[in-house]
Nanobody
Framework: QVQLVESGGGLVQPGGSLRLSCAAS????????MSWVRQAPGKGLEWVSS????????YYAESVKGRFTISRDNAKNTVYLQMNSLKSEDTALYFC??????????WGQGTQVTVSS
């Protein structure tokens, strides 16, 4: 059974950093794009980033480009999102998903990121 478990969220001050992790199981991790999607309070879903199956191609929303870095360790079935220079606008529930920007088939339960002073 497909399982995605996000971790690493928390409270951080503006300008700070967090590293999110997503541990995947129940499917052949190396065959799929992986993505991060977020939802701010009272807002809709916003695609954040995607990474190709072997990590060779990465894509970012303009709002996070230059600040966030997506990566994956296929030996550990884990995808990461390194978030630097965090802003209050980054406050959201962050979801790990199986698939690319337009093909999200499985979702985790999310990890909360709150950026506040």
């Amino acid at each position: 059974q497909v399982q995605l478990v996000e971790s690493g969220g928390g409270l951080v001050q503006p300008g700070g950093s967090l590293r999110l992790s997503c541990a995947a199981s129940g499917f052949t991790f190396t065959n799929y794009y992986m993505s991060w999607v977020r939802q701010a309070p009272g807002k809709g879903l916003e695609w954040v980033s995607s990474i190709y199956s072997d990590g060779s191609h990465k894509y970012y929303a303009e709002s996070v480009k230059g600040r966030f870095t997506i990566s994956r360790d296929n030996a550990k079935n884990t995808v990461y999102l390194q978030m630097n220079s965090l802003k209050s606008e980054d406050t959201a529930l962050y979801f790990c998903v199986v698939g690319g920007r337009y093909d999200s088939n499985y979702w985790g339960q999310g990890t909360q990121v709150t950026v506040s002073s």
